[in-house]
């Protein structure tokens, strides 16, 4: 009797007696399913112009941040001043090794592997995932380190509202983090949808040997995709790691993404959107609210048990193309 | 053996196969032509099972129905072909016309394990039939050759043994000659002849040559943009306007 | 001149039909196994026997779980770590329940709690397919490794959230603790191992095993055949989850001694998924190769450099490792896709023609 109340009622007379809290929470599932989401984005990228499932893509966002992180602490040590200097030079010469990184694995993984079946390229990418682990770990260290926010101008501290009847507390570099998400997917929906480059991305996601019989150069595309893919992880990683730390947590950030796609669709960047704000916020209130009940921790498998519900039942995600098989 | 009636099955807004009806007697071979696009391999879709029909209905041995899972095709006596072989390329010619056998071979998991024993006494005796399939497709030098690395023609050939080894009633051919020179032509109808005389299967086949249709079928039915136009002995149907406009042209 | 058919004519199907047909190759078969049963024990050498031979044997069961899954059917699975989880701590819970029950019958029986299990995860697969299923697979990942710390009944309620192997005996030995020899427990997973993959093998040549191939190559065409799809798929899961199991108990009762859940986390899935990438997808020979490669390069990449006097942080060693896998995995996937198996079929396929080039 006690464990049905403390389901189906206690949660909600929490969320009403606490609105506060409840917005708190909202909040801040909206900023984490903002940052599953960019991470989301950057997958979609990838498989909409190349067909390529890259389960690298969130081991990217901590290798950008990891690079970037590093080379501001080499640039320091070798007496280059002052901070913000060092931290926008860092960032111009990650955004290099992000080039030859989209490069590398054109030139390594795709090439040779353009005509194999989807899920070789698919475990192609698990490999690719650990390499870039071992060397990242290898070149910078191991253990975790601090995302350098402040020299890169990116705001720092709490905005206090008192609302709800309480107090909800906004952290400015969420805001932040907010705003340039939302540029970054206007700006990729508009260069998707008006470009040339776009156009032809989206030639290629469809069929490469139409793309190819047009003209168009499949292995330039894939470098400028990745790169793409790259920057967005990039930019993730760099809001990732001011909020917490960087660190090579695998599951935690490589995987969520996985179930953003399955409920967006795997080719929508609006679905990216809204499967990674539903997962966020459905992450934080679960373990918010029914969290205590279960022990805590449920965050660890929520959003794989919504992406289990969706593929039974619409795999092809709230926005994805229905998959229709012809014999 | 079996009669449609009335089908019409569309995807989404493309109208495939529009209310077609037509039947197939017990031992006969059955010829379904017509210009590409027609609903010709749609229309075996819907026959066996992979695509259910909006409307219409299948009766198959007497029993109709108008939904029909592509398992319940393979216990009833339906066994199939199809355009872009479609053989299991993981698996040796062997293997791949014994997985024809699968319905036949019943001993369960646990003599699985042992496999000495019946599950070897059953697997040798399906492997005799199998082997009678090998001889009469005349392929025994490929049987362990893995599928992949054959040549179009003979994995069409591994293809029909594969099918023959469900011993069928209903054989649904999608164009088994498609790609094959003139020789391997003739071989493949003089096999899909001899199926037909020796075992009396019933033979449904789609195919574009038309020297082999007139030659092999008794009788023929036409498609065109998923409609009948046609329907009747290959001279009757040779003769058709609507099919001569539609499909064959004129000699000039 | 060594590795010839020539002259060993079969002259029945069965005989054609065996998994070794060559002479040369059955009696390679018998080295093997002289090798393992008297060779390696008698060497007396303890790293050799516990650091080495035994978690490759028990990894090796894994690796055939899981290929039998991922080679054979087609279905990819990330899940392999919690069913491995899943045969550890039933076996616990069954010890610690019925201590006076021989330890062997409760490592079997935990392979059918893992099965059970494997199938109610493996109920997606009748509609998903591919790498949407992979990630279905981690939903059941992550939700077992979080049942393992979360589930207080299953580690008994001890504080540690960790699971402790009590002292077992088998005909008078002490087969499990701390005081087991690690010659008893070698015996045990070796003997285990063969029996095992003796099974497997019998499946994978039969009926079973055609069936499953079907459905990996082109479901459509095996449903066509009448092979059915969810009991054909579901049974994969059975068998893969059964030996994952089995491997997952041994691991834990015959060469760790304890655990916490982080034995069985993601890594360890991609680990074995490793294994079998490099070993050869859809080979039994492949799991051993796989096992034997992934598993002993870490240890070589600890040994050799010192021995050569360049000696390696074990932290860079893991490093080391990492990137060394992932390049392995992409370049057989490049270069190889079925894997050292395949590698080693041309190999004898050399072999039969050697001395001469071709």
Redesign the interface.
């Known amino acids: 009797m006690d464990l049905l109340y403390s389901i189906f009622i206690d949660p909600f007379v929490q969320m009403w007696q606490a609105p506060d809290l409840l917005v708190q929470t909202l909040w801040e599932g909206l900023v984490a399913g903002m940052l599953y989401s960019l991470i989301a984005l950057g997958f979609v990228l990838i498989f909409k112009a190349s067909g390529v499932?890259n389960f690298a893509q969130g081991i990217m966002v901590v290798f950008a941040a990891l690079t970037l992180v590093g080379l501001y602490d080499i640039l320091r040590h070798w007496g280059v001043r002052p901070g913000d200097l060092a931290a926008f030079l860092a960032l111009g010469i990650t955004i290099v090794v992000m080039l030859a990184l989209a490069w590398g694995v054109e030139r390594?993984?795709l090439r040779?592997?353009v005509n194999?079946p989807?899920?070789?390229l698919?475990?192609?990418t698990?490999?690719?995932?650990?390499?870039?682990?071992?060397?990242g770990?290898?070149v910078f260290g191991?253990d975790s380190k601090i995302m350098i926010a402040e020299d890169l101008y990116l705001p720092k501290g709490p905005i206090n509202i008192k609302a709800f009847g309480g107090l909800v507390t906004l952290q400015k570099l969420d805001i932040a983090a907010a705003i340039i998400a939302s540029v970054m997917v206007v700006g990729l929906s508009v260069f998707f949808s008006k470009t040339r480059i776009g156009r032809a991305l989206r030639a290629v996601a469809d069929s490469h040997e139409a793309a190819l019989s047009v003209g168009i150069s499949l292995e330039q595309i894939w470098v400028v995709v990745w790169f793409a893919s790259g920057l967005v992880a990039l930019v993730t990683g760099i809001m990732w790691g001011a909020r917490s730390e960087v660190s090579f947590a695998?599951?935690i950030i490589a995987?969520k993404a996985?179930?953003v796609l399955?409920l967006g669709g795997f080719t929508s960047v609006p679905g990216a959107i809204v499967g990674g704000l539903i997962i966020g916020i459905g992450e934080k209130m679960t373990e918010f609210y029914w969290g205590p009940v279960?022990?805590?921790?449920?965050d660890?498998?929520f959003a794989?048990?919504i992406?289990?519900v969706f593929?039974?039942f619409r795999?092809q995600g709230l926005f994805g193309e229905k998959i229709i098989?012809r014999? | 053996m079996l009669a449609v009636d009335n089908v019409s099955l569309s995807f989404g807004g493309v109208k495939a196969i529009t209310d077609v009806s037509f039947d197939i007697r017990k031992g006969e071979i059955r010829a379904i032509i017509g210009p590409n696009g027609a609903g010709k391999t749609s229309m075996l879709n819907v026959i066996?099972g992979?695509y259910t029909p909006q409307q219409g209905r299948i009766t198959f041995k007497g029993a109709a129905r108008s939904k029909m899972?592509?398992?319940e095709?393979?216990?009833g006596g339906i066994?199939?072909t199809?355009q872009n072989v479609?053989?299991?390329?993981?698996?040796t010619a062997l293997?791949n016309i014994?997985?024809?056998r699968?319905?036949k071979?019943h001993?369960n998991?646990f003599w699985?394990?042992?496999?000495h024993g019946p599950?070897?006494a059953e697997?040798?005796e399906h492997?005799?039939r199998v082997?009678d399939i090998i001889e009469f497709l005349e392929i025994p030098h490929i049987r362990k050759v893995p599928v992949g690395v054959l040549p179009y023609g003979l994995q069409k050939r591994v293809e029909l043994g594969?099918a023959l080894a469900?011993e069928p009633d209903l054989l649904l051919l999608d164009e088994p000659m498609a790609g094959m020179n003139l020789e391997e032509k003739e071989d493949m109808s003089r096999y899909i002849l001899d199926v037909n005389n020796f075992y009396g299967t019933t033979i449904a086949l789609i195919e574009h040559d038309m020297g082999v249709v007139m030659d092999l079928s008794d009788r023929v039915i036409v498609l065109d943009y998923g409609r009948k136009i046609a329907d009747g002995t290959p001279d009757e149907v040779k003769r058709d306007r609507a099919v001569i406009d539609a499909y064959l042209g004129v000699a000039h | 001149m060594l590795y010839r058919e020539a002259g060993q004519f079969k002259t029945?199907?069965?005989s054609d039909?065996a998994v070794f047909p060559l002479l040369q190759d059955r009696i390679g078969i018998g080295v093997i196994l002289l090798i393992a049963y008297v060779a390696i024990p008698l060497t007396r050498n303890d790293f050799l026997i516990n650091a080495m031979m035994t978690p490759f044997l028990i990894f090796t069961l894994a690796a055939i779980g899981l290929n039998i899954l991922v080679g054979y059917t087609g279905l990819?699975s990330l899940g392999t770590g919690a069913f491995m989880g899943v045969g550890a701590y039933a076996c616990y819970k069954l010890t610690t329940f019925f201590p006076g029950v021989n330890i062997l019958v409760w490592i079997i029986a935990s392979g059918f709690v893992s099965a059970a299990v494997g199938v109610v995860f493996g109920l997606?697969a009748v509609?998903?397919k591919?790498?949407?299923l992979?990630?279905?697979t981690?939903?059941a990942q992550?939700?077992l490794?979080?049942a393992f710390?979360?589930i207080p009944w299953l580690y008994n309620y001890n504080v540690s959230a960790a699971i402790e192997v009590p002292q077992r005996e088998l005909f008078g030995l002490i087969v499990t603790g701390p005081r087991a020899t690690e010659i008893t427990r070698y015996y045990i997973v070796l003997t285990i191992l063969v029996v095992m993959t003796w099974?497997a093998s019998?499946?994978v040549?039969?009926?079973?095993g055609?069936?499953w191939?079907?459905v990996?190559?082109?479901d459509?065409?095996?449903?066509?055949?009448?092979?059915?799809l969810l009991p054909t798929k579901l049974?994969a899961f059975a068998v893969s989850s059964f030996y994952c199991g089995v491997a997952g108990a041994m691991l834990v009762f015959f060469w760790y001694g304890s655990a916490e859940s982080t034995v069985f986390?993601?890594?360890q899935s991609?680990f074995v998924?490793?294994m079998i990438?490099i070993g050869g997808l859809?080979s039994l020979l492949g799991c051993y190769l796989g096992a034997a490669l992934i598993y002993m390069l870490p240890i070589a990449l600890k040994f050799v450099p010192g021995q050569l006097g360049l000696p390696i942080e074990p932290?860079?060693v893991?490093?080391?490792?990492?990137?060394?896998?992932?390049?392995?995995?992409?370049f057989f996937?490049?270069v190889e896709?079925a894997g050292l198996a395949r590698l080693w079929q041309i190999g004898k396929q050399k072999l039969r023609v050697w001395p001469f080039p071709y």
Request: aromatic share 12%; no cysteine; proline share 4%.
């Open positions: 499932f390594v993984v040779p592997l194999q989807d899920i070789i698919f475990m192609a698990f490999g690719l995932t650990y390499i870039l682990i071992g060397g770990q290898l191991g695998l599951d995987l996985l179930p399955i279960m022990g805590g921790g449920t660890a498998w794989y048990v992406a289990l593929l039974l795999p098989e014999v | 066996n992979f899972r592509p398992h095709a393979a216990t066994a199939r199809f479609a053989l299991f390329r993981g698996m293997d014994m997985a024809g699968s319905l071979m001993k998991f699985q394990l042992l496999r599950a070897m697997e040798v492997r005799k082997e594969r469900m | 029945s199907y069965q039909q990819l997606p509609r998903i591919g790498f949407y992979a990630i279905a981690l939903a992550f939700f490794e979080w710390t979360h099974f019998n499946l040549r039969g009926r079973i055609r069936s191939m079907a990996r190559d082109m459509i065409a095996a449903e066509l055949m009448g092979i059915r049974l986390s993601i890594n991609f998924l490793f990438i859809g932290a860079t893991e490093h080391l490792t990492f990137i060394i896998v992932g390049a392995l995995i992409v996937l490049v896709p």
